[in-house]
């Protein structure tokens, strides 16, 4: 019994959260061949409202959007603050929010800001299988399923 706890403890993991979204947007990174044919393609299709609620645009700047998250979890948003700061010389919003909690609310804070990364996460990945599909549509290539 405690190995079952273990390994659905373990996929709801922030780790395999952040694996499966990785993996989605490396997926659509290797499938969306030609980015520009994404342009001016509409992502509103009525099952996917949820989905593209994160942005409103074409599929390109969900696929520029995605990538950009992904970056960013891979090589820390301090890295990414970092590298916007030198590219555009503006001081971002997280060096201008630093508030130290207090230590008690330090776990309320934790676990607030992990189950919003799970969801986040989560929506994300959903977004990059949608974008896959979709890209694989308009250029036919059959079979809808991730």
């Not at 520009?36 to 009525?46: A, G, N």
């Not at 989560?122 to 399923?145: D, H």
Request: glycine share 8%; proline share 2%.
């Amino acid at each position: 019994m405690m190995q079952i706890c273990d390994s659905y403890n373990q996929k709801n993991s922030l780790f395999n959260a952040m694996n499966r979204f990785i993996g989605a947007v490396s997926n659509m990174d290797q499938t969306v061949m030609v980015p520009s044919l994404l342009r001016d393609v509409p992502l509103d299709q009525e099952d996917e409202k949820e989905v593209n609620s994160f942005q409103d645009g074409d599929m390109y700047g969900s696929y520029v959007f995605l990538k950009s998250i992904r970056n960013d979890i891979e090589w820390g948003v301090l890295q990414a603050d970092e590298r916007r700061k030198e590219k555009h010389g503006v001081t971002t919003g997280l060096e201008m929010s630093r508030i130290e909690p207090s230590d008690e609310d330090l776990e309320k804070l934790f676990h607030f800001h992990l189950n919003g990364l799970h969801t986040v996460l989560a929506k994300l990945t959903r977004k990059a299988n949608t974008l896959t599909n979709r890209y694989k549509q308009e250029i036919g290539i059959g079979g809808c399923g991730n």
